[in-house]
């Protein structure tokens, strides 16, 4: 069904300096030499980008603006002659000035010979070196998991990419991309690509043969190797992870994007690879196309954690195909996403895990979603507005009245009811009213589920344990959602009568011996809250593990709200553990320990 088609006049993003109205990027090509620095996670990145770009207006003026970042410095930018025309292949030079623009990103400034016209294509061609902008994080050996040899990534989400190529940082613009990039000998260089390949001085070539915004251009070089798990899909990690990778996700993905095709359409990207970072990697993940980044914290040993997968791969039709205009308007990508995902885990489980437990309140995009699938009244027709929903704007990127105006046309009965304006659910009211959703979804299936954990925290809660009642509880065969509620429950009612927790830990080896991230971090957040001195050594070695900022900050706040017993464990954990730790998390944890934290 057609939908109306937003005006072509430029729409406006704050958050970007660049000329975008007026230009679109057709291509870019990358040509990237990257090196390690001798001293801890530092290195340089030698880059060329060529940005094959198009006039759309004929008042865009001699000036084209660009983003950049301070710590990207350019040498030279030159407009290409047309291809097989005459003139200078290194083309010809063109003045640039770089000036301020705002804390996170300035704007590069290129004149042009002569005013463009509307519908002109232009090359132009851009010298630059990158260090250690906020969008290139460089690691040192330590903080990998081999322990061996440095590693270099990029996290473009949301305006972080300006600091890894110039360009027009805003996801409002869209275009193919392909790159060519030489690393040193031992390192391998992946990239969110649909086409990989090794030529030879450790050169690699790619191709991404969709448009996407700039965010979703990411690169990783490493020691790294990979392992099929799929027709379609492989893992990538560090040697020393690549086994335990290939056993927890072989067959896996292969059923969720089955699952995703079914509800929303082709899966249109080729491959879908999972990579999964070193454990100081601060986030639990980013949905880079065709190479999702993960951190190693989902490597549970019990596949218990691999549905956390389900997000990432959601990503894939809501926010990677159909993408959030500006910023300001994230819960296009996030709150589609998180429906979707919730679609697929019901269809795969039968049962939906997160309806069970999870921070629906706090997640307006969803419930906005969720309550128009309500409106709908039928899962099979609200499923298949999806599906017309990804194949009318895919590859696009719109804002909510572009959703709403084709929800309102796909479905002419609803227009006619006025459901766009019923009083106190008006979808101005939702997008523009902040506080509460006025909407919640039906949770009352997953409370019923979440009712034995319920009164199994009680139990453990009580002066005296009734063992008859607790044993009589059998929890082997709960899913893991259903632990971490019952261990939720547990830490709000620490700290617990005296003896209870030891008497909880040997009771549930598989709770206090678990593996499980998620089980480990609400574990060790009990231990320290009842002041279980016996198993701080559990909190310690969890903090050596892995630097997820989710899981590493509330331990720390934890310890330093605690005992002094637990604040000592604190600075001795943080002082042998900070050099593996982000930049970013090492300075968070200095804060909550009332260090100084370093300047950037």
């Not at 006039?55 to 001699?62: H, K, N, Q």
């Not at 990778?245 to 059923?255: D, L, R, S, T």
């Not at 190479?291 to 989902?298: G, K």
């Amino acid at each position: 069904m057609a939908a109306a088609v937003r005006d072509t006049a430029p729409l406006r993003d704050a958050a970007t300096a660049s000329s975008a109205g007026s230009w679109s990027l057709r291509h870019l090509h990358l040509e990237l030499c990257v090196s390690f620095s001798a001293g801890a996670g530092a290195g340089r990145l030698r880059g060329r980008a060529r940005l094959e770009l198009r006039c759309e207006r004929d008042d865009a003026g001699l000036e084209l603006r660009l983003d950049t970042h301070p710590a990207l410095c350019v040498s030279r930018a030159s407009l290409l002659p047309p291809p097989g025309g005459p003139g200078d292949t290194a083309g010809q030079a063109l003045p640039l000035e770089s000036r301020p623009f705002s804390s996170y990103g300035s704007a590069l400034h290129i004149t042009l010979p002569q005013h463009p016209r509307a519908g002109q294509l232009l090359t132009l061609l851009i010298d630059y070196e990158a260090g250690e902008g906020p969008g290139v994080c460089w690691l040192a050996p330590e903080q990998t998991a081999g322990k061996q040899k440095p590693f270099m990534y990029t996290q473009g989400q949301a305006v972080l990419n300006r600091s890894f190529f110039p360009c027009f940082d805003t996801p409002s613009v869209k275009f193919t991309y392909s790159a060519t990039v030489k690393v040193p000998e031992g390192f391998t260089a992946v990239m969110s690509a649909t086409s990989w390949e090794k030529q030879k001085d450790n050169t690699f070539v790619f191709k991404m043969s969709q448009p996407i915004p700039s965010y979703l251009v990411a690169l990783v070089v490493g020691d790294i190797v990979s392992a099929d798990v799929g027709p379609r899909s492989r893992v990538w990690a560090e040697p020393c992870l690549i086994e335990a990778a290939k056993k927890e996700y072989n067959g896996v993905i292969e059923e969720f994007l089955l699952v995703g095709e079914k509800l929303f359409g082709p899966y249109v990207w080729g491959r879908y690879d999972i990579l999964f970072m070193p454990p100081s990697f601060p986030f639990g993940g980013m949905e880079n196309p065709c190479l999702t980044f993960v951190t190693p914290c989902l490597l549970a040993g019990d596949r218990s954690l691999v549905d956390v997968i389900i997000h990432e791969i959601s990503h894939s039709w809501f926010g990677n195909l159909v993408t959030n205009a500006t910023w300001g308007e994230f819960w296009l990508n996030e709150g589609f996403t998180m429906y979707a995902q919730r679609r697929i885990s019901t269809e795969v489980y039968g049962v939906n895990p997160d309806d069970t437990y999870n921070e629906t309140p706090y997640e307006k995009g969803y419930c906005f979603v969720s309550y128009l699938a309500h409106l709908v009244g039928d899962q099979s027709k609200f499923d298949a507005f999806l599906q017309a929903y990804v194949n009318r704007f895919k590859f696009q990127s719109i804002t909510a009245d572009d959703t709403l105006a084709f929800f309102l046309e796909y479905f002419p009965e609803l227009k006619e009811k006025g459901v766009d304006s019923i009083p106190g659910f008006e979808f101005d009211r939702w997008l523009n009213t902040p506080g509460w959703p006025p909407y919640l979804p039906d949770l009352s299936p997953g409370q019923q589920l979440m009712e034995p954990a319920d009164e199994l925290a009680e139990l453990w809660a009580a002066d005296g344990l009734n063992m008859e009642a607790i044993e009589a509880v059998d929890i082997t065969g709960w899913r893991t959602y259903q632990l971490v509620y019952f261990l939720d429950q547990v830490l709000q009612k620490s700290p617990l009568p005296e003896g209870n927790v030891e008497r909880l830990s040997k009771r549930y080896p598989k709770i206090s011996k678990a593996q499980n991230a998620e089980l480990r971090l609400r574990w060790c957040q009990i231990v320290l809250k009842n002041n279980l001195e016996a198993e701080y050594s559990k909190v310690k070695d969890f903090l050596h593990s892995q630097g997820k900022q989710k899981y590493t900050l509330p331990l720390y706040r934890a310890m330093w709200g605690g005992s002094e017993t637990a604040r000592a464990l604190a600075m001795e954990t943080f002082s042998a553990t900070a050099p593996q730790l982000h930049v970013n998390v090492q300075n968070y944890v200095k804060k909550i320990l009332g260090l100084e934290v370093a300047q950037a």
